[in-house]
């Protein structure tokens, strides 16, 4: 359609104006001829009222001239007398200036009413007609009255221009055909060019909706479909990644949370076995009992926050926080706690920092991360948190002389339930899941986390956090 209605239109514009063209230029033609003319009788003194004519061949040779130029019908009238028809055989009007009639028993109605139209304003009339030109032309002297005056009445045939239009129309409309021919079939192809691969993509769409996302799409085509393709596959890997970390998570939390059941019903059982057992025993095996519940009560508990982090991520409860403050309330609460090995905490401040975070989701973070240092710290040892910042981070510093973790191992302890030592992290009541807390809290304030072991000689975190909160849509 953007094709074809254009060039229709423009075909039409231009044929009409061709036509109105070719018949301007006709009539300006003829107009000049008769000026030409009227020239010429002048000079003869044509309409002299003694009726003297100099030089009549001249007007006669001009006459016929014009005549075989325009196919035309050339008509003088001394006011409504005919003195000249070039439709009668004999001219000899021209010669002798004798009337011969008038004008209404020679032209037709319509004709005569054109010439009057001419006649009663003494001024030049012009008609185009579908099938002829008419042009009247009056000349006179002043002193001529209206009977006295001449006029010119030429009636040109546009047989010529209108069959010249004709056959220009003709082959105008047959290149017109073959182009519309040509861009509905280049369409027709294109269209199906376009839309197949579309379909195809649409196909293998519908397909991932359906849970198969195992398949990868190949369609070669034009370069933007390829793109598409590419980053649908890039897509599916990334939804193949997720759902099977989904399940692995979904593994990992039933096996820990059947750990301490399976723990329990141990314990119940044998108790249930031995028929006299001790109250000493049943106190004994109560005791593990309750640690186990307590275990799974913070299985549950850490996992509740974490997924409350997952959930409400991007609804950080922003306010502007002293940092130094904050760090210093959580080493006071885990002050105790390293107390009891003897290990020493040291806090270093390098200046106050305000920082606009969550203050519940970040304490959490570092809670974590020096509960840690102590927690896989050897007796007697220390830790060291420190605080500093720039003009758009502020970074905390967490170090430990504790066991440090195996370069090979360091970029797993994010992930949900890894544990380096098990059975040390079940002493501690470690559930594996604290640093993926942490890491979650941290990039959800858009900041980062990285970790620096050694075995055996101590482990540092340092964690960047942008001053003020940036936006999720700012990014
Ligand atoms: P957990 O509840 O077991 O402590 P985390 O997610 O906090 O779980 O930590 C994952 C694992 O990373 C821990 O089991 C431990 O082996 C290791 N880890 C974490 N922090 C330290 C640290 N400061 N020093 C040595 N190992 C650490």
């Known amino acids: 359609?953007?094709?074809?209605?254009?060039?229709i239109i423009i075909n039409w514009v231009a044929l009409f104006s061709y036509k109105e063209d070719m018949i301007n230029q006709e009539l300006e033609s003829i107009q000049k001829q008769c000026t030409l003319l009227v020239d010429v009788l002048e000079k003869a003194d044509y309409f002299s009222v003694d009726g003297h004519v100099e030089s009549p061949w001249e007007i006669s040779n001009c006459i016929t001239l014009m005549q075989s130029l325009y196919n035309e019908r050339i008509i003088f009238t001394k006011g409504m007398n005919l003195?000249?028809?070039?439709?009668?055989?004999?001219?000899?009007?021209?010669v002798t200036n004798k009337i011969r009639g008038t004008i209404q028993d020679t032209l037709s109605k319509k004709d005569t009413k054109l010439f009057l139209k001419s006649y009663k304003k003494k001024d030049k009339v012009i008609l185009k007609e579908e099938k002829a030109l008419k042009i009247i032309i009056p000349f006179y002297k002043e002193s001529y009255s209206l009977e006295e005056t001449g006029f010119i009445y030429v009636i040109a045939d546009t047989k010529e221009i209108l069959s010249n239009y004709q056959k220009i129309k003709e082959k105008v409309?047959?290149?017109?055909?073959?182009?519309?021919a040509l861009i509905l079939a280049v369409t027709f192809f294109y269209s199906g060019f376009v839309v197949k691969p579309l379909k195809e993509l649409i196909q293998y769409i519908e397909k991932i909706t359906d849970g198969f996302l195992g398949e990868k799409v190949s369609i070669k085509s034009y370069v933007?479909?390829?793109d598409v393709v590419d980053s649908i596959n890039h897509m599916t890997t990334k939804l193949e990644t997720l759902e099977s970390s989904r399940q692995e998570f979904v593994s990992n939390v039933s096996h820990e949370l059947k750990t301490p059941i399976t723990s329990i019903k141990v314990l119940a059982d044998s108790l249930l076995q031995q028929e006299d057992a001790p109250a000493e025993l049943y106190r004994e095996f109560l005791t593990d009992i309750t640690d186990e519940i307590e275990r799974e009560n913070k299985i549950i508990t850490d996992l509740l926050s974490l997924v409350k982090l997952d959930k409400t991520s991007g609804e950080l409860n922003i306010d502007t926080i002293n940092i130094n403050e904050l760090l210093e309330q959580i080493l006071r609460r885990i002050k105790p706690i390293a107390a009891e090995r003897n290990i020493e905490l040291v806090f270093e401040s390098y200046r106050p920092v305000l920082a606009e975070v969550d203050e519940v989701k970040l304490s959490l973070a570092v809670n974590n991360l020096i509960e840690n240092a102590v927690k896989y710290n050897f007796d007697d040892g220390w830790v060291r948190v420190s605080l500093n910042a720039d003009h758009k981070f502020f970074y905390i510093k967490v170090s430990d002389s504790g066991v440090g973790i195996p370069e090979d191992e360091q970029e797993n302890v994010f992930e949900r339930f890894y544990r380096v030592d098990k059975a040390r992290s079940r002493e501690t009541g470690g559930t594996g899941l604290g640093l993926s807390i942490t890491?979650?809290?941290?990039?959800?304030?858009?900041?980062?986390?990285?970790?620096y072991s050694k075995e055996k000689e101590g482990t540092t975190f340092t964690v960047r956090i942008p001053l003020n909160h940036v936006r999720k849509n700012e990014n």
Not at 83 to 94: C, P, R, T, V, W
Not at 439 to 451: P, S, T, Y
Request: glycine share 6%; aromatic share 4%.
């Open 439 to 451: 890491r979650n809290a941290i990039l959800m304030h858009r900041g980062a986390i990285k970790i």
């Open 224 to 226: 933007e479909v390829e």
């Open 1 to 7: 359609m953007v094709g074809i209605i254009p060039a």
């Open 83 to 94: 003195l000249y028809d070039s439709f009668q055989k004999e001219s000899a009007g021209i």
């Open 173 to 180: 409309m047959t290149i017109s055909c073959i182009l519309i």
